[in-house]
DNA sequence: TCTGGGGTCCTAGGACCC
DNA sequence: TCTGGGGTCCTAGGACCC
């Protein structure tokens, strides 16, 4: 029998925020961008949960759900700062932590009854030292299986611990709702409703035969979750087993749709850039790379290309993702969305010709500079020469104007 | 409701090999 | 040249999560 718990940090984004601007607190906040921009809600206060605001939900919508709320851009790098601390206070209650996303974790506690006492004891112990160490609450759920525990921290918040007793696990699942089970989204939520199925336990009370039949290997996940087992997927791996990204992307949107050739490559040259320089830090060589596209009427599509060999040069990747951008773009369509895709990492060392080497290593040294001058001076002081040319203009949170510096950093003042 | 960005996992078809 | 089956890799798309 385990025990585990699920610490989930309650509104996580706007909590950070709020350590930065105290004046924040208790208002109505949306953290993800200003309200007239292309973007949606990352997250939301619990004041400004109460008109409707919720995370996902178009900043447009959000504003005119509530215009009095204060908007801000989100800082990841704050939240990734405060997600380490996080990870600390856990890692120094129990060894056996998780961390599942940026604001969430599991903890195995089996066996720790002689160190904590019973678990409403010790979530509550570690719900303080939190608080201290961090300024953050957080909400845990504990129960026996990794599905109850995070599904009982969702219905402990805010700032709330709640047990789910040993055996009592289908008793607390069945009165809620289908969605509330980790995997159910919009999509298998109308699937099950339409088969009349919209509390957990109208689920348990289905065979698993049935379920199988009607959705698969998925179904027969489904109706273990039912019950309240770590059935399938994420959730039946050890825990502290995660080994590292399988993939490294990243996409822009564009404040207006383009069809700018100049614009459209300048941009995939600095996509490329940036997604050769996350290789580059996590020691990893992709061989399959992938463009993504997305136009006006959001039509989306991706096209991939693998290579014989890995790679983490920025020229090289570029170089891929443009053929595959210019065979697969319909000349003159507008674009809204492009996207720089990496993954299929290359097991070790791959052999070259000596030619080929002795170029690699000089593009290699040269962008270890770069990457010192960015660390330095910000991401926008060093560029390929295609992104200067086709001028990648657009503003970023970071850097309002486009401009190389650091942005002076102000401590939060309970820190 | 005019819809971000960074991920994971699953499905399904075709190529290719034995 | 009337056609099997399995394994693996590649590609495209989609559901879902925070």
């Given at each position: 029998m385990h025990t585990y718990f699920h610490v989930d940090m309650d509104a996580f984004f706007v909590s950070v925020e709020e350590l930065y601007d105290p004046s924040l607190r208790g208002k109505p906040v949306v953290v993800g961008g200003r309200p007239n921009e292309r973007g949606v809600v990352a997250a939301a206060s619990y004041a400004a949960r109460r008109f409707g605001v919720h995370s996902a939900m178009p900043l447009r919508t959000a504003y005119k759900l509530c215009p009095q709320a204060t908007f801000v851009d989100g800082h990841p790098q704050r939240y990734r700062e405060y997600s380490g601390r996080v990870h600390e206070v856990l890692q120094a209650f129990s060894p056996l932590v998780e961390m599942a996303s940026?604001?969430?974790?599991?903890?195995?506690?089996?066996?720790?009854?002689?160190?904590?006492?019973?678990?409403?004891?010790?979530?509550?112990?570690?719900?303080?030292?939190?608080?201290?160490?961090?300024?953050?609450?957080?909400?845990?759920?504990?129960?026996?299986?990794?599905?109850?525990?995070?599904?009982?921290?969702?219905?402990?918040?805010?700032?709330?611990?709640?047990?789910?007793?040993?055996?009592?696990?289908?008793?607390?699942?069945?009165?809620?709702?289908?969605?509330?089970?980790?995997?159910?989204?919009?999509?298998?939520?109308?699937?099950?409703?339409?088969?009349?199925?919209?509390k957990v336990g109208d689920l348990a009370r289905l065979d698993d035969a049935f379920l199988e039949e009607r959705f698969g290997k998925w179904g027969l996940a489904l109706a273990g979750k039912s019950r309240g087992e770590d059935a399938g997927g994420w959730f039946d791996t050890e825990i502290g087993a995660g080994e590292g990204p399988k993939s490294i992307s990243h996409e822009h949107t564009f404040m207006e749709d383009t069809s700018d050739v100049a614009q459209l490559e300048a941009t995939l040259s600095k996509l490329s850039e940036m997604v050769g320089r996350?290789?580059?830090?996590?020691?990893?060589?992709?061989?399959?790379?992938?463009?993504?596209?997305?136009?006006?009427?959001?039509?989306?599509?991706?096209?991939?290309?693998?290579?014989?060999?890995?790679?983490?040069?920025?020229?090289?990747?570029?170089?891929?993702?443009?053929?595959?951008?210019?065979?697969?773009?319909?000349?003159?369509?507008?674009?809204?969305?492009?996207?720089?895709?990496?993954?299929?990492?290359?097991?070790?060392?791959?052999q070259m010709d000596l030619l080929g080497e002795e170029r690699h290593e000089r593009w290699k040294q040269a962008?270890?500079?770069?990457?010192?001058?960015?660390?330095?001076?910000?991401?926008?002081?060093?560029?390929?020469?295609?992104?200067?040319?086709?001028?990648?203009?657009?503003?970023?949170?970071?850097?309002?104007?486009?401009?190389?510096?650091?942005?002076?950093?102000?401590?939060?003042?309970?820190?």
């Amino acid at each position: 029998m385990h025990t585990y718990f699920h610490v989930d940090m309650d509104a996580f984004f706007v909590s950070v925020e709020e350590l930065y601007d105290p004046s924040l607190r208790g208002k109505p906040v949306v953290v993800g961008g200003r309200p007239n921009e292309r973007g949606v809600v990352a997250a939301a206060s619990y004041a400004a949960r109460r008109f409707g605001v919720h995370s996902a939900m178009p900043l447009r919508t959000a504003y005119k759900l509530c215009p009095q709320a204060t908007f801000v851009d989100g800082h990841p790098q704050r939240y990734r700062e405060y997600s380490g601390r996080v990870h600390e206070v856990l890692q120094a209650f129990s060894p056996l932590v998780e961390m599942a996303s940026i604001d969430e974790a599991y903890l195995d506690l089996s066996g720790t009854e002689r160190l904590y006492g019973p678990p409403l004891r010790a979530a509550h112990i570690l719900h303080q030292r939190m608080k201290a160490a961090t300024g953050l609450n957080c909400s845990i759920g504990i129960a026996s299986s990794r599905l109850v525990a995070k599904i009982s921290s969702d219905q402990a918040k805010p700032n709330g611990v709640l047990w789910v007793v040993p055996g009592r696990e289908a008793a607390f699942l069945a009165p809620l709702d289908v969605r509330k089970v980790p995997g159910v989204g919009k999509v298998t939520e109308k699937n099950l409703h339409a088969l009349g199925i919209r509390k957990v336990g109208d689920l348990a009370r289905l065979d698993d035969a049935f379920l199988e039949e009607r959705f698969g290997k998925w179904g027969l996940a489904l109706a273990g979750k039912s019950r309240g087992e770590d059935a399938g997927g994420w959730f039946d791996t050890e825990i502290g087993a995660g080994e590292g990204p399988k993939s490294i992307s990243h996409e822009h949107t564009f404040m207006e749709d383009t069809s700018d050739v100049a614009q459209l490559e300048a941009t995939l040259s600095k996509l490329s850039e940036m997604v050769g320089r996350r290789l580059r830090e996590q020691h990893l060589e992709a061989r399959t790379l992938q463009l993504k596209l997305r136009y006006t009427d959001f039509s989306t599509i991706t096209r991939a290309h693998s290579l014989g060999r890995g790679t983490q040069l920025d020229t090289e990747i570029f170089e891929e993702i443009r053929a595959l951008f210019r065979r697969n773009w319909r000349p003159g369509a507008a674009v809204r969305l492009l996207g720089v895709h990496a993954s299929g990492w290359a097991e070790g060392e791959e052999q070259m010709d000596l030619l080929g080497e002795e170029r690699h290593e000089r593009w290699k040294q040269a962008l270890a500079a770069a990457d010192r001058l960015r660390d330095r001076y910000g991401d926008s002081a060093v560029s390929l020469a295609a992104s200067l040319r086709g001028g990648f203009r657009e503003r970023t949170h970071e850097n309002p104007a486009g401009l190389p510096g650091k942005k002076p950093a102000r401590e939060p003042e309970n820190t």
